[in-house]
């Protein structure tokens, strides 16, 4: 069976300082994988998006970036961390056009 | 962008009501969804609704598609008080990606 895992689960960072969130998947080949962030009592927006190694797609522009390094890891980073970068952050894979499966997400506090 | 917009915003009823959310989406889509959400954690896939079906049934849940009016609707009959979450349609887009547009979600509580 296939699942996917998130970490950290919660992290504190100060303004300013670098961010790294992994994401992976077990249990199946070259998934699509997504990042998302939902703000505070928010929906979800999408923020990248991977068909591929290698292949990313952003969809909102801004103060992060994703890389795929291998087929079923999928990275969240920034350079420097902002307060407007708070938020629950959270991966999920699909495999065809269906429905997507979602990690635990990591609840990040930039302070 | 956020394509789709649900309403209710929050939706407060009591055990054994039935409970009714809606959605509307902005462009042509490959399929609808439904998602639910408990309070911190991930989503979790509830129903999906192809853009040429009209009505789908799923236990206690049922949904509806209006692509001429491009809106959804998710009804959940006999509510249980474990159905208290966020719930949040999601629209799936034509093409490669597969990626999906999300709405702000509808929270629902059910009162024992």
């Known amino acids: 069976s296939q699942t996917i895992h998130q970490w950290p689960a919660t992290l504190v960072q100060p303004v300013g300082s670098p961010l790294s969130l992994e994401c992976t998947v077990e249990?199946?080949?070259?998934?699509?994988l997504y990042w998302y962030r939902q703000a505070a009592g928010r929906g979800l927006q999408l923020l990248f998006y991977?068909?591929?190694?290698?292949?990313i797609s952003s969809e909102v522009p801004q103060n992060l970036s994703a890389s795929r390094p291998q087929d079923r890891q999928f990275i969240l980073s920034s350079k420097k961390l902002l307060l407007s970068d708070s938020g629950f952050y959270l991966c999920?894979?699909?495999?065809?056009?269906?429905?997507?499966?979602f990690g635990p997400g990591t609840r990040l506090t930039v302070t | 962008s956020q394509q789709g917009e649900e309403d209710p915003q929050a939706l407060s009823i009591q055990e054994g009501e039935n409970a009714t959310m809606n959605c509307s989406y902005k462009?042509?889509?490959?399929?609808l969804q439904w998602y639910r959400q408990n309070s911190g954690r991930g989503l979790v896939h509830l129903i999906l609704?192809?853009?040429?079906?009209r009505e789908k049934h799923s236990g206690r849940l049922r949904v509806t598609l209006d692509t001429s009016k491009k809106s959804s609707s998710l009804l959940i009959t006999a509510s249980r008080a474990a159905d208290t979450a966020s719930y949040f349609c999601?629209?799936?887009?034509?093409?490669?990606?597969?990626?999906?547009?999300f709405g702000k979600g509808t929270k629902l509580t059910v009162n024992p």
């Open positions: 999920a894979w699909t495999k065809t056009a269906r429905e997507q499966y």
């Open positions: 249990g199946t080949s070259n998934p699509n």
């Open positions: 991977s068909v591929g190694i290698g292949q």
């Open positions: 462009t042509s889509i490959n399929n």
């Open positions: 609704i192809r853009s040429n079906e």
């Open positions: 999601a629209a799936q887009e034509w093409g490669g990606s597969e990626k999906l547009v």
